[in-house]
């Protein structure tokens, strides 16, 4: 009986004294090993523009300025023109025909997170309710738990590849990474794209698309699984003695896209 008088005695004297810091310490370190891993979500937004377009510049000011408020971590801009401005390819001008089929078309015309969420035109004439009604559609996006998670690297190619049997000067560069379910339901209908697009000054040409790669199609992906994926890039270079700089800037991302509803389901941008 004395002796777990004493032992209870010790117990109580030893937490009185044990310095608070450390007793924080572990509680918080033990909470934290309880919490599960947690992936942040990636809003894609799709602005397809036309270089005679009036209304276009005050859509790419609004969706430009939240791209560089956001960072590519929570939000990724592209820019993808249409009929023959000079700016377009046959890639950019087929996924605005796949979006909208036989319905109604005209720039601008934005996509955020594929089908999820379509803005044609503008919400009004003001430059600042037009930013913060776009503002508001992108935080709402972000608020959606992801289903899955993506992970890609960008390598160089050992050798130059030239294009049509010509020596124009090409992107020579692989995108591969992997794609992993990572919710508690079978994922089916999906399919792994990418795009890779330029940089210039001008309004309009932030992230604007050259290259669209071809949907790899994922069979049904069941939780915990994971598809492995790889990419070769279609982009020619100007000659570096046409520009300024050492070489041109290249963007890529990556994104997971449903088929069937055209969601896109989660986006990675790709240094």
């Known amino acids: 009986m004395k002796e777990k008088l004493f032992i209870f005695i010790f117990l109580i004297i030893f937490f009185l ?10 509680s918080v370190c033990a909470q934290d090993a309880d919490l599960p891993k947690t992936v942040p979500r990636t809003v894609l937004v799709e602005l397809f523009v036309q270089e005679t377009c009036t209304t276009c510049p005050t859509a790419e000011f609004c969706l430009e300025d939240l791209a560089w408020e956001y960072g590519t971590s929570k939000f990724i801009l592209v820019q993808e023109h249409l009929w023959g401005d000079g700016y377009d390819t046959p ?5 605005y025909d796949w979006y909208v089929g036989d319905g109604n078309k005209g720039t601008p015309d ?3 997170n594929g089908l999820t969420k379509r803005l044609q035109g503008l919400f009004c004439d003001c ?13 709402e996006e972000l608020t959606r738990p992801p289903l899955i998670e993506l992970f890609a690297s960008k390598t160089s190619l050992p050798n130059p590849l030239s294009q049509g049997g010509r020596e124009e000067k090409v992107a020579n560069i692989a995108v591969e990474g992997m794609v992993k379910n990572i ?3 079978p994922l089916k209908d999906l399919a792994v794209c990418g ?8 309004p309009g040409l932030y992230f604007y698309i050259q290259d669209v790669f071809p949907f790899q199609d994922m069979s049904a992906l ?4 994971t598809f492995y994926f790889k990419f070769i890039p279609e982009i020619s270079l100007i000659p570096e003695s046409e520009i300024d700089d050492e070489k041109e800037v290249l963007h890529s991302v990556i994104f997971v896209q449903n088929l069937e509803t055209k969601e896109i389901l989660q ?3 790709i240094e």
């Open 267 to 269: 986006a990675l941008y």
């Open 127 to 139: 430059i600042i309710e037009n930013y913060e009604c776009y503002k508001d559609v992108i935080d």
């Open 195 to 202: 795009m890779v697009g330029k940089e210039r000054d001008e």
């Open 183 to 185: 919710s508690d339901i």
């Open 110 to 112: 934005t996509f955020i």
């Open 222 to 225: 069941l939780p915990g699984a």
């Open 17 to 26: 004294v044990l310095p608070n810091d450390n007793i924080l310490t572990f």
């Open 91 to 95: 890639e950019t001008n087929a996924r």
